[in-house]
């Protein structure tokens, strides 16, 4: 797929409108049941999270936050599903959706957007920070969709990464990470990396894969001995699962790399990725545009438009490592 090119340094200037982060739709009236709705209707939003994480947190409220300024005064209220990882869950919560009366269906989680998709072509679909809508065939592209879903997408190139950890004192040589491999999110952020750390000679990879988040621990286990340094991509599964990596890494002496997720939890060094909020901000913009009329399969997909540092002080003085600037 061809993904955007992202500038190098921290904090670029973002894209036009919307925070940057989307380009606008297009109007006229729209070909999914939620954009036919008069100006003055009620606004019913169905989201739908696929597990419990503190960076599906930040997104859906941002994301609310900006639906409900957008369409004011209109009334707009939400309800939320949640699948806990559950793959079975994931299937019948689209089911059950796809019946609704919604005005439109928020997604969070690359497994629950696919779900949604293939089992609903009526409503409209906000994908909320998607990895890679393209590859996981629910768009024909990032400009035009195609389909009834658009949304934001939280795809990073990890050679952006890696010239950020380069600069780090000492520099990692290996590099570890868990993933998922039945995300599809996660399967095209892993073999970017992979293909990132082949073009760095002296860098090595070290996967471990996972069934669920219940396999998180004993994943992060497995990588001790073999890595000096943890990069987690984004992964929901993953994702759940932070506090029991940044466990093993802080008994291990293990720099720990979150591309999403909080700083703060015990053994994370650092945050390392797009602007999750912004990204929730910007899929609100999406979605009310959507409600107003403009038609998801026109609408293009946002993307992030800034690589941020959020550093853990208390793990970087135990590490006694230096960062680079941007990371200040």
């Avoid at 982060?21 to 739908?48: E, M, T």
């Avoid at 005064?73 to 949640?82: A, D, E, I, Q």
């Avoid at 890595?227 to 987690?232: A, E, F, G, P, Y």
Wanted: aromatic residues 4%; positive net charge.
């Amino acid at each position: 797929m061809n993904m955007t090119s992202l500038r190098r340094r921290l904090a670029v200037s973002v894209l036009a409108g919307a925070l940057g982060l989307v380009a606008a739709g297009c109007g006229g009236s729209g070909g999914s049941s939620g954009s036919s709705a008069s100006s003055g209707d009620p606004v019913k939003v169905n989201i739908f999270e696929i597990a419990q994480a503190d960076i599906v947190t930040t997104v859906e409220a941002a994301f609310r936050k900006r639906v409900t300024s957008a369409l004011a005064p209109r009334k707009v209220s939400f309800s939320v599903s949640n699948a806990n990882g559950d793959p079975s869950l994931v299937q019948s919560i689209a089911r059950n959706l796809s019946r609704s009366d919604s005005s439109l269906i928020a997604v969070i989680g690359t497994p629950a957007v696919i779900a949604m998709a293939q089992q609903d072509s009526r409503h409209p679909i906000i994908a909320l920070a998607m990895g890679d809508p393209v590859g996981g065939k629910v768009a024909d592209s990032l400009d035009r969709p195609g389909h009834n879903v658009t949304g934001t997408i939280d795809f990073i190139d990890p050679a952006r990464l890696l010239d950020e950890l380069a600069q780090v004192s000492p520099a990692p040589k290996r590099i570890s990470t868990i993933y998922d491999p039945s995300n599809e999110n996660s399967q095209v952020w892993v073999a970017a990396l992979r293909k990132a750390i082949k073009a760095r000679p002296g860098l090595s990879l070290r996967e471990a894969t996972i069934a669920g988040s219940a396999d998180v621990q004993s994943a992060a286990r497995s990588l001790v001995g073999r890595t000096d340094t943890m990069l987690i991509g984004p992964d929901a599964a993953v994702a759940t699962g932070t506090a029991a990596v940044g466990a093993v890494a802080a008994t291990n002496s293990i720099p720990l790399y979150l591309t999403s997720g909080v700083a703060t939890t015990r053994g994370v060094l650092a945050t390392l990725g797009p602007s999750y909020a912004e990204l929730g901000s910007a899929a609100g913009d999406l979605a009310a545009k959507v409600v107003a009329g403009a038609k998801p399969e026109t609408t293009p997909f946002g993307r992030p438009g800034r690589l941020i540092w959020e550093v853990n002080p208390e793990t970087l003085t135990a590490l006694h490592l230096t960062l680079p600037a941007t990371a200040r």
